[in-house]
């Protein structure tokens, strides 16, 4: 999963949003980040989206298009690793 969240990462960075995130602090269960607190309007979303798609060289579902998806990295790491899996 740690290169998810690198993925995840990245691909807030490309559209101009920079985190700090502890990754090895991220493998406890203590530590998540609210991807919310970042992604803040739904010009923000639509434009993260488009940049996970480019990323991951995937198309995300319609399923994955809701803005409660990406509430943590961790659970938006967790779906996108299960759809990557599943395709």
């Not at 739904?42 to 993260?48: G, L």
């Not at 488009?50 to 198309?59: F, K, P, Q, R, V």
């Not at 509430?71 to 967790?78: G, T, V």
Request: aromatic share 10%; hydrophobic share 40%.
């Amino acid at each position: 999963e740690q290169n998810m969240y690198t993925i995840i990462v990245e691909s807030l960075e490309k559209i101009g949003i920079c985190i700090d995130v502890d990754f090895e602090a991220l493998e406890t269960e203590d530590y998540d980040i609210n991807l919310q607190e970042y992604v803040t309007d739904s010009i923000t979303f639509i434009t993260f989206v488009l940049s996970l798609e480019d990323n991951l060289g995937i198309e995300l579902p319609d399923d994955m298009l809701f803005y409660e998806r990406i509430s943590s990295i961790k659970a938006l790491a967790q779906n996108l690793k299960g759809l990557i899996e599943c395709q």
